[in-house]
């Protein structure tokens, strides 16, 4: 068992509201609820309309993969395992780069030097979404990094 420290226990915070937060909203999403889709994209809209409850059964899968994306690394503290560490250092790479570039784009929209073609979904982009993939990976980040004085031995 690894002795969770101030540092990563802020780490652990930030990726797990983080991911906990979108969990819950594709969740809802996926359970019918609309409040807030509308600063995802009128795609999801399109979609809705098109797929009905194959939409909403999308929507389930995904806040599935997003809780055990969130919940699966916590394992780490109590027992290591080389996969889960790896799968999570890239995994927070990748959510970095994907709400990094997002919001930046989302920003670049909003001082019109990208057209703009959604005013709500580019709110969601840039305030909400993107910067929440972005913190999620940024925590998780900190949290496998933090991990890696602890991983030595295993490797």
Not at 74 to 89: A, P
Not at 97 to 110: A, D, E, R
Not at 125 to 137: N, R, S
Request: charged letters at 10%; a positive charge; hydrophobic letters at 55%.
């Amino acid at each position: 068992m690894i002795k969770i420290g101030d540092k990563m226990k802020k780490y652990i915070s930030l990726f797990v509201i983080a991911g906990i937060v979108h969990t819950l909203f594709s969740l809802y999403w996926g359970l019918g609820g609309n409040a807030g889709l509308i600063t995802v994209g009128s795609w999801v809209f399109t979609l809705s309309a098109r797929f009905g409850i194959w939409m909403n059964m999308a929507l389930i899968v995904v806040a599935l993969i997003k809780f055990g994306a969130t919940v699966i690394p916590l394992t780490l503290t109590n027992h290591f395992d080389k996969r889960i560490y790896y799968i999570s250092l890239v995994g927070s790479v990748f959510l970095i780069l994907y709400g990094g570039i997002n919001t930046i784009v989302g920003w670049l929209k909003l001082f019109k030097i990208i057209e703009n073609h959604n005013y709500f979904s580019t709110i969601g982009q840039a305030f909400v979404w993107d910067p929440l993939f972005l913190l999620w990976g940024i925590g998780l980040l900190g949290y496998v990094l933090s991990l890696h004085k602890f991983t030595i031995k295993h490797d």
